[in-house]
């Protein structure tokens, strides 16, 4: 050491200072410790399989992370995509818990009869309208409109038909005020396609119809072959009876204006208008259409009379419109005719066409004796607008048809 002072001797009596050192151990213990000392040493073995563990366990962790993170953004395109659906159409279905396969058995199940009851719900609303629909023409139809009657023919029967015109249509064809039914007829007539509606062809009549003072005047030509058979004659008669309601008669007239005379009958006296004292029956025709018709050529002494003969067919061609076995009594009064039913009578349980047709048969059967009708002991008291306990508004024209001429 640089500057030290110290040499040899004084080192040796320095160290001489210091104790002796003992060691009192039993010689077996030294060389005990002496050959544990000389043994060799063994490598301390690591253990793997908790780390493995940990690495497996780090890795599924991020994995479910992961779907998780995706699961989310699915989730959240999905709520999007719902809520801008409208609101009756946007459904939130609820994660299901536990059997995801029981439970997507039952939500189709459950979704398959809610789709089947809304199928049935709108097939039975689609078609209560049309079934429950009225047939005939009724007074507070007249708003707007303008009622066109014309008597069709099929099979020697005459149907009488009801158009309503709306009157955009009448202001273009006429110059102005309400046209009568003879102008009804000079203008619509020949356009009409009576094969294409269902019937057979028979209008416009030979030769002119023309308004008169007394109602109006058919001058029919010499070459006319309405007089050919008493059937030809009985359908030229109804239908005139029915073409021009707003008149009380028509007279049929050669072309010099003398009465025309048929070879059957001879001369032919002025034909009355409408149908009186006659019971409405059905008819179908061969398109398969069913309409009501007035028993033309039958008349009957009593409104009570006319309504029990709708509970029987008077022909082949013409059906009863009160069901067979619905028993009933009729009284009949100055004003009124009441069809009181021995059992309650359930509408609901009539095909609803049918009774639609029996409840106006009623009223156009008594309506053609000056009467109204009401109906006693129905199970419904308001049904399809009818009002079972006030007498029965009588329509003003059977057998309404859409008006096909724009």
Do not use: C
Request: charged residues 20%; without cysteine; hydrophobic residues 35%.
């Amino acid at each position: 050491m640089p500057n030290s002072k110290w040499d040899e001797r004084y080192i040796e009596n320095l160290l001489g200072d210091f104790p002796a050192i003992q060691d009192h151990r039993p010689k077996d213990e030294v060389y005990s410790r002496l050959a544990k000392k000389s043994l060799p040493r063994q490598k301390r073995q690591r253990n793997w399989l908790p780390l493995l563990v940990a690495v497996l366990a780090f890795m599924t962790v991020g994995i479910l992370v992961a779907s998780i993170l995706s699961q989310n953004g699915i989730d959240s395109a999905f709520e999007e995509s719902v809520s801008d659906q409208p609101a009756e159409t946007a459904v939130t279905s609820p994660e299901p818990e536990g059997d995801t396969g029981e439970n997507s058995a039952a939500i189709s199940s459950q979704e398959s009869q809610e789709s089947q009851q809304r199928e049935e719900s709108s097939d039975f609303s689609a078609m209560q309208p049309a079934a429950l629909s009225r047939t005939a023409v009724y007074s507070n139809e007249l708003e707007g409109a303008t009622l066109f009657t014309i008597g069709m023919t099929e099979n020697a029967y005459v149907i009488p038909v009801s158009f309503l015109i709306p009157n955009e249509q009448i202001e273009r064809d006429f110059d102005s005020g309400t046209p009568t039914s003879v102008e009804l007829y000079n203008q619509y007539a020949s356009n009409l396609d009576e094969e294409e509606l269902g019937f057979e062809e028979y209008h416009p009549y030979a030769g002119t119809i023309t308004k008169t003072d007394n109602g109006a005047a058919h001058m029919l030509p010499s070459d006319h072959k309405y007089d050919e058979a008493s059937a030809s004659i009985g359908v030229y008669m109804a239908s005139i009876q029915e073409t021009f309601k707003d008149v009380e008669e028509v007279a049929v007239l050669n072309e010099d204006g003398t009465p025309a005379e048929f070879g059957q009958v001879g001369t032919m006296e002025p034909i009355k208008t409408g149908a009186a004292n006659v019971a409405y029956h059905a008819y179908t025709t061969a398109t398969g259409a069913t309409y009501l018709l007035p028993s033309y050529g039958m008349t009957f002494g009593s409104a009570a009379e006319a309504v029990e003969g709708l509970s029987a067919s008077p022909s082949d061609f013409q059906q009863a419109t009160i069901p067979e076995d619905a028993s009933f009594a009729v009284t009949e009064t100055e004003e009124l005719v009441e069809v009181q039913f021995t059992e309650p009578l359930d509408m609901d349980s009539i095909e609803p066409s049918a009774a639609v047709r029996m409840v106006e048969s009623l009223a156009l059967t008594a309506q053609s004796f000056g009467k109204q009708v009401q109906l006693g002991n129905t199970v419904q008291e308001q049904w399809n607008d009818f009002d079972f306990t006030q007498p029965i508004a009588a329509p003003i024209a059977p057998n309404k048809m859409e008006w096909p001429l724009q």
